[in-house]
C-alpha cells in the first residue's frame, strides 16, 4: 500500500529553522517528483515547493525562495524541507504529496508547523 | 504567476441536487487542471486531472470539463460523502497555484 508519512513539526520561534521529513512506502520512490503544499489554520491549499525524481531541479513559490530547501534521499525514499528564517505566516500544516505528471495523486496526513514565540 | 479564480466561494444543495464549480485562470493553462476534495481533518484527495480525467477510485458522478482558461468540476447528484471542499489546481507553469477552493454545504 502507498504511503506518505511525515514528521518533525513542532513549535520554532520567529527567526528560527526547522526541517520536517516524508518517508514513503509502497512505491518506488526514486521514479516520481514530489511537491510539498502547505495549509494554514482555516485557509486554502498552498504549494509550496517541488523536486524532480533525481533531486536536480527544484521549485519554490516566491513567498519561501531564498529560505526554504527541498531535498531527497532516494536511498532512504525519504524527502525533506529544510525550512530557515521561519516567520509567522509559515504557520501551517505542510503535506507532502507524490507528483505523478500533472497531479499529486498521494497525499501524506501532514505535519503541523506553529511559528511562534 | 497564474491566478485561478474558484466560484462560487460556497455551494448550499441538498443531496441528490447537481453542483457545478467553476475555476477560471488568469491566462491559459491548456487542459493541465486538477481537481481536490478536502474534509475537515484530512489530506486532500485528488479527483480530476487533465481537466475531465477522473482519478483512481472516484465516482462516476463527478466529471470536469474546460480547457484554456474555464473550467468546472460537476457532481451530478450529490451523496452526503461529498459534501467537502474543492480546490482545482493548474500543472501548466511553475510555480504551481491552486484556487481558493469551493465549500460544498448541505442546504
Known amino acids: 500500500e502507498m504511503q506518505l508519512l511525515e514528521s518533525g513539526g513542532g513549535l520554532v520561534p520567529p527567526g528560527g529553522s526547522l526541517t520536517i521529513s516524508c518517508a514513503a512506502s509502497?512505491?518506488?520512490?526514486?521514479?516520481?517528483?514530489m511537491n510539498w503544499v502547505r495549509q494554514a489554520p482555516g485557509k486554502g491549499l498552498e504549494w509550496v515547493s517541488g523536486?524532480?525524481?533525481?533531486?536536480?531541479?527544484?521549485y519554490y513559490a516566491d513567498s519561501v525562495k531564498g529560505r526554504f530547501t527541498v531535498s531527497r534521499d532516494n536511498s532512504k525514499s525519504t524527502l525533506y524541507l529544510h525550512m530557515n528564517s521561519l516567520r509567522a505566516e509559515d504557520t501551517a500544516v505542510y503535506y507532502c504529496?507524490?507528483?505523478?505528471?500533472?497531479?499529486?495523486?498521494?497525499w501524506g496526513q501532514g505535519t503541523l508547523v506553529t511559528v511562534s514565540s | 504567476e497564474i491566478v485561478l479564480t474558484q466560484s462560487p466561494a460556497t455551494l448550499s444543495l441538498s443531496p441528490g441536487e447537481r453542483a457545478t464549480l467553476s475555476c477560471r485562470a488568469s491566462?491559459?493553462?491548456?487542459?493541465?487542471v486538477a481537481w481536490y476534495q478536502q474534509k475537515p481533518g484530512q489530506a486532500p484527495r485528488l479527483v480530476i486531472y487533465?481537466?475531465?480525467n477522473r482519478a483512481t477510485g472516484i465516482p462516476a458522478r463527478f466529471s470536469g470539463s474546460g480547457s484554456g482558461t474555464d473550467f468546472t468540476l460537476t457532481i451530478s447528484s450529490l451523496e452526503p460523502e461529498d459534501f467537502a471542499v474543492y480546490y482545482c489546481?493548474?500543472?501548466?507553469?511553475?510555480?504551481?497555484?491552486f484556487g481558493g477552493g469551493t465549500k460544498v454545504e448541505i442546504k
Open positions: 509502497g512505491f518506488t520512490f526514486s521514479s516520481w517528483a
Open positions: 523536486i524532480s525524481s533525481t533531486g536536480g531541479t527544484t
Open positions: 504529496a507524490k507528483d505523478s505528471g500533472r497531479r499529486d495523486d498521494y
Open positions: 487533465d481537466a475531465s
Open positions: 489546481q493548474q500543472r501548466s507553469n511553475w510555480p504551481l497555484t
Open positions: 491566462q491559459s493553462v491548456s487542459s493541465y
